[in-house]
């Protein structure tokens, strides 16, 4: 299974909680907001994990291909 991952830059304060647990899936703007690396990746715990961690759950994951919410517990 591959997630889309998304990062509501309106609610990103730039924390740095998804860059800190997934370096390589999360980096920071122009704007210190944070962005997926790629809006798709592999199902990965410290990808789970960085949404999970975000104060003000800017990041979104979904199933790639149906689109379903996935479980950040």
């Known amino acids: 299974m591959s997630w889309r ?4 830059t309106g609610l990103c304060i730039g924390s740095g909680m998804c860059v800190g647990t997934a370096p390589d899936r999360f980096a ?5 907001h944070s962005r997926p690396v790629s809006e798709v990746t592999g199902e990965e715990e410290a990808v789970r994990d960085a949404a ?11 199933d790639a291909e149906t689109g379903a919410p996935v479980a950040l517990d």
């Open 28 to 32: 920071f703007d122009a704007d210190q």
């Open 52 to 62: 999970a961690s975000c104060p003000v759950e800017a990041i979104s994951l979904t």
């Open 5 to 8: 991952v998304r990062v509501d």
